[in-house]
């Protein structure tokens, strides 16, 4: 069963860092776009970053640019999400996704494949 699974989430305190690890099995993500959402309780799920398969060009929203960080690893099937200087407005639910474009797409719909999501929670 193709499955993808987050982890690293967590409760940390403003300014703190987490880094989110989105493990694959029965699917290889060096061939998919992979692509890190979240949502916020009443909120719209919001795409955040995104790892092309096509040559690893790599997208932020403006909400996380120069503090969230995309990576993958081949050798151990896994994206990670790295954030630094987390706010409380980062409270959320965390899910990777995996896609077939070779480009990176914005909307949930281009990704067939999702993880169940991991919660983080910034908070003093």
């Known amino acids: 069963q193709v499955q993808l699974v987050e982890s690293g989430g967590g409760l940390v305190q403003p300014g703190g860092s987490l880094r989110l690890s989105c493990a694959a099995s029965k699917i290889t993500l060096d061939f998919h776009t992979v692509a890190w959402f979240r949502q916020a309780p009443g909120k719209e799920r919001e795409a955040l970053s995104c790892i092309s398969s096509s040559d690893e060009s790599t997208y932020y929203a403006d909400s996380v640019k120069g503090r969230f960080a995309i990576s993958k690893d081949n050798a151990k099937n896994t994206v990670y999400l790295q954030m630094n200087n987390l706010k409380p407005a980062d409270t959320a639910i965390y899910y990777c996704?995996?896609?077939?474009?070779?480009?990176?797409?914005?909307?949930?719909?281009?990704?067939?494949?999702w993880g169940r999501g991991t919660q983080v929670t910034v908070s003093s």
């Open positions: 996704a995996a896609g077939y474009y070779a480009l990176c797409e914005l909307a949930a719909d281009d990704y067939a494949v």
